[in-house]
């Protein structure tokens, strides 16, 4: 396997998440693409035309974050919950503080505080304000 991508499901507001995540990673949104733009979906309910179909936001050369926003009609409806995380390695540890940090704080939730693991890497998980699962880590100790 060469890549593996991360899709989110958001209840409405994946635009808006998507823009959060561009300032924790420092990178920009490659594509946001809403129902109404979609040529391809027929009759696209008025509530639904701004919402995003498929967004996407490069956080490496390899690895993106993908997302979209669920719209009844168009798909079962989505339930934030811990059944994913979405695994960061950083480069350094200021990187992997800066990173966790953010995605922690304002309305997130820290499950397991950053620092040296028990079995050796840096490591730390935690929630950001989405519901979204996140671990960060090093690749060894800092």
């Not at 035309?49 to 993106?64: A, C, E, R, W, Y």
């Not at 934030?80 to 979405?86: D, L, S």
């Amino acid at each position: 396997m060469k890549l593996v991508h991360v899709y989110l499901n958001f209840p409405g507001n994946t635009e808006e998440a998507l823009r959060f995540y561009e300032t924790v990673f420092g990178t920009k949104i490659s594509m946001i693409m809403t129902f109404g733009g979609a040529g391809f979906i027929p009759n696209v309910p008025e509530h639904a035309k701004n919402k995003v179909m498929h967004g996407q936001l490069p956080i490496t050369d390899s690895v993106h974050l993908m997302a979209c926003d669920v719209v009844e009609g168009f798909s079962p409806p989505v339930h934030a919950g811990n059944n994913f995380h979405v695994s960061v390695v950083a480069d350094d540890k200021a990187e992997a503080d800066r990173v966790f940090n953010a995605l922690s704080g304002d309305g997130g939730k820290v499950n397991m505080p950053i620092g040296n693991a028990p079995w050796g890497p840096y490591f730390g998980m935690c929630a950001d304000r989405y519901g979204v699962q996140w671990m960060v880590s090093l690749e060894t100790a800092a």
